[in-house]
Nanobody, 126 residues
């Protein structure tokens, strides 16, 4: 299983980015997928999660609710994270993660996920 995260970049506060997480070796719509981020000197934190397609529930960290949207394109075997109204505190390396689980309960625990993308840098300047 390989996950390829992309779409990061440098934007000014208030800007938008869309991150992509493309998978090979595993069909993402069968399982839950999460996004994490890690700022310098901080622990990796769960940002959002989407459950398997038959459920399609989503969950968000309080810090990103109303600004970030997680979605999937089953035909492309890809999960996205649309990030709007970005703030400097959103800066960090963003990782996608998945595993053979269907739901997002407890998704913020990084140890719950066995497959990780390589990370993509997001930098938001004020």
């Amino acid at each position: 299983v390989q996950l390829q995260a992309s779409g990061g970049g440098s934007v000014q506060a208030g800007g938008s980015l869309r991150l992509s997480c493309a998978a090979s070796g595993l069909t993402l719509d069968y399982y839950a997928t999460a996004w994490f981020r890690q700022a310098p000197g901080k622990e990796r934190e769960g940002v959002s999660c989407i459950s398997a397609s038959f459920d399609e529930a989503t969950d968000y960290a309080d810090s990103v609710k109303g600004r970030f949207t997680i979605s999937r394109d089953n035909a492309k075997n890809t999960v996205y994270l649309q990030m709007n109204s970005l703030k400097p505190e959103d800066t960090g390396v963003y990782y996608c993660a998945t595993d053979t689980v269907n739901y997002c309960s407890g998704y913020t625990a990084a140890r719950a996920w066995g497959y990780w993308g390589q990370g993509t840098q997001v930098t938001v300047s004020s």
